[in-house]
């Protein structure tokens, strides 16, 4: 009797043990990346960071005046300005987002003293006193030397307004407005590479329906002219989450035999851990259940790029109009005590791991998708960066960027797996185990994957390599994150995978993000 009751013990120790996944079944895959298919060019710009008008992202964040206390270069703090550096920001979106359809660009020009203050009706209601504005903006990018993407104001704005904005950022003929650029301490025109007319039709930016706005973006861009050598790349506001009526009303309705260009649709998609607006779920202090359900949330866009991409392959088959994720990212409740207008949250392991898979998703849609915007770069959403007056934290989405700077203009090549284990959890499933290569620059081939599951390591065997370098992001803790009192909480830790006979092998922790440099293949 004694004995009995101690097996049915032992065996529901087991089954509890087994169930909270401590013995976490062992998974293996063989992993070939095929690097003699080339497919397209990951396009640099698929690392584009968005910074809007918005909480703390430009003001404090990025921008602190020539007169502050805070280490600044020409009224950029210096700290997020080598922060940014060494991320190597390809592009940057400005001024929005919900803020672009309600910004009129001369409020943002001229001696900052006398610029006018304004209300920021989208975010908090605060006051806006313009001393961010377009010559500030594009000193940033060339301080960075990073691309250039302007969003149009469609909602309040008039097309005499945009064409304006349009010649003062790119012409270098004697107008009165380009001698108003020069006196303003710019001579030459600055170089321009995205402009949209409008941000979110749908919804902020005029509750449109997509038959109206075409027309509208047809009436609108026929007057946005630039010189022949600085034309920037077009683009329309098209649909969120699971629509493509966005992208099939434009690709019929905007008539490149008129003359208008329209070389990309844009794409907006949050991810939400509930996947409700009313309660969206905790930046942090997370279980389980909030884990998967925000990764599985994350998963959906590759549906919806997947829906956009044969709407457009049936509409343009040459592929001459681009699919723009250009906002992107996780929206958490705000951190408490935090101005709820001002979209501040933490950012953990749980948004880098996020950010991998994304990363992964734009890849496999790379001769669409060429251009993306995490939203947003510093203080706002799934931040980069996040700043308190003086001090600054990197976060683990900045360092899943930060890893992935040789993918920026690589060559996408296959990675066949042998077998994709999944990720099971309250009877729903995902994959868990994510990858993505590409060729750099450099010549060397680098492969990024992701362990999406929070107990279980994943053995991996790399065939036909020579070596397997790299960083490690992971944590035992699923909302590791960095604080101002603690900011190495979590950093990226160097990696060596074994290799031997052209074969390497290597366990991926749980919870990580791993990228490898696997040489000249
Ligand atoms: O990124 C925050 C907001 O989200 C943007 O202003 C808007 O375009 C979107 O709804």
Known sequence: MKVKLRATSLLLLVTVLCSAGVFARSQQVNITVKANEPGSILNKDIYGQFMEHLGRGIYEGIWVGEGSSIPNKDGFRLDVLNALEELQVPLLRWPGGCFADEYHWRDGIGPRESRPKTVN??????IEDNAFGTHEFFALAELLGADTYVNGNLGTGTPQEMADWLQYITSDAPTTLVQQRNANGRDKPWKLTYFAIGNEAWGC??????????HLYNQWASFAKTPQDNQPIMIASGGTDDSTIWAKTLLEGVKPSWNIR?????????TLPTGKWDVKGSATGFAEDQWFSTLEQTLKIEDYIKANVAVMDQLDPEKKVGLYVDEWGTWYDVDEGTNPGFLYQQNT????ILAGLN???FNRYADRVTMTNIAQMVNVLQAMILTDKEKMVLTPTYYAFKMHTPFQ????VPVSLSNTPAYEFNNKSIPALSASAGISQDGNTYLSLVNTQVDSAITINLLAIKQATGWLLSSTKMDEHNTFAQPHNIEPTTFNAKVKNGKGSLTIPAKSLLVLNLGKL
């Open 121 to 126: 009706s989208n975010w908090g209601g605060v």
């Open 409 to 412: 203009d690589a060559r996408s």
């Open 349 to 352: 392991l749980r948004d880098a």
């Open 262 to 270: 329209m070389d990309g649709i844009s794409h907006h998609y949050y």
């Open 205 to 214: 930016g005029g509750n449109m329906t997509p038959e109206f706005y075409t």
């Open 359 to 361: 990363i992964h998703i």
